[in-house]
């Protein structure tokens, strides 16, 4: 089982105009992000270890309407996310990287529950949902020449130059070799999320926001395939 738990951190500058007894905003943001990847299968194996990255989510629309008490956001944009870990030699070093990279065209829409409404500034507690499709896809592997820890049920897959000894498995230097491509990964996920926004409404007609929110994938991350 493979799932991806991403934050996402969005500072955006929009148009504010008022239409009766609601506010509209159209605007454009940028932000980072940093994932979580719930995968059984890699955190059991004593090779990996897990570091937290950021990664970029570049560009994105936004548009919101908001009411008194409540409103809703609709933000597509690209994003970057995947976790990538340390590989362990057999005492625990690091030797080098797995990575994972995916690049999502991502399509949410929020509710915003406003927990302070002020005339120039608001904060809003986020629920959401989301679709998003894959734009690419990619794992690599990449480490010295060193002696891990590989599963025994892999020793009789492994290549030649594998040299297998009483306490690991001697294995050649690997650099940026490809163990998974797009077509390894689901095509497409949807995201559940839920976080805080706040917007500040800093001239007239303008409006500037920060907003982090937390995603979660409901597909596997990994095609059956």
């Known amino acids: ?13 929009a148009a504010v105009s008022w239409a009766q ?10 932000g980072i992000t940093t994932s979580y990847t719930w995968d059984q299968g890699i ?8 570091r937290y990255d ?3 989510a570049p560009f994105g629309i936004a548009y919101g309407m908001d009411y008194e ?3 809703f956001v609709f933000n597509p944009s690209v994003i970057n996310i995947g976790q990538n870990f340390y590989t362990l030699n057999t005492v625990g070093g690091h030797e080098g990287l797995r990575k994972i990279n995916m690049k999502y065209l991502h399509i949410p829409i929020g509710l915003k529950l406003h927990v302070i409404d002020l005339s120039f500034f608001r904060v809003s507690f986020v629920v959401g949902a989301g679709f998003g499709y894959l734009m690419k ?12 820890r590989f599963p025994e049920e892999v020793y009789p897959v492994l290549p030649a130059d594998y040299v297998v000894e009483y306490d690991g498995v001697l294995a050649p230097k690997l650099d940026n070799f490809i163990i998974s491509e797009k077509n390894d990964f689901n095509g497409m996920q949807f995201f559940g ?18 907003d982090v929110r937390a995603h979660y994938g409901i597909l596997e991350t990994r095609s059956n395939a």
């Not at 007894?21 to 943001?29: E, K």
């Not at 999320?193 to 920060?210: C, F, K, N």
């Open 1 to 13: 089982m493979s799932r991806p738990i991403v934050t996402l951190f969005l500072t955006c500058l």
């Open 21 to 30: 007894s609601r506010q509209l905003s159209l605007g454009v943001f940028s």
């Open 43 to 50: 955190y059991k194996d004593s090779r990996y270890k897990a």
């Open 54 to 56: 950021v990664k970029s």
């Open 69 to 71: 008490g409540f409103g």
């Open 137 to 148: 896809g990619e794992e690599s592997i990449s480490h010295n020449n060193a002696k891990f």
């Open 193 to 210: 999320s839920m976080g805080i926004r706040s917007d500040w409404d800093i001239a007239e007609g303008w409006r500037a926001t920060l």
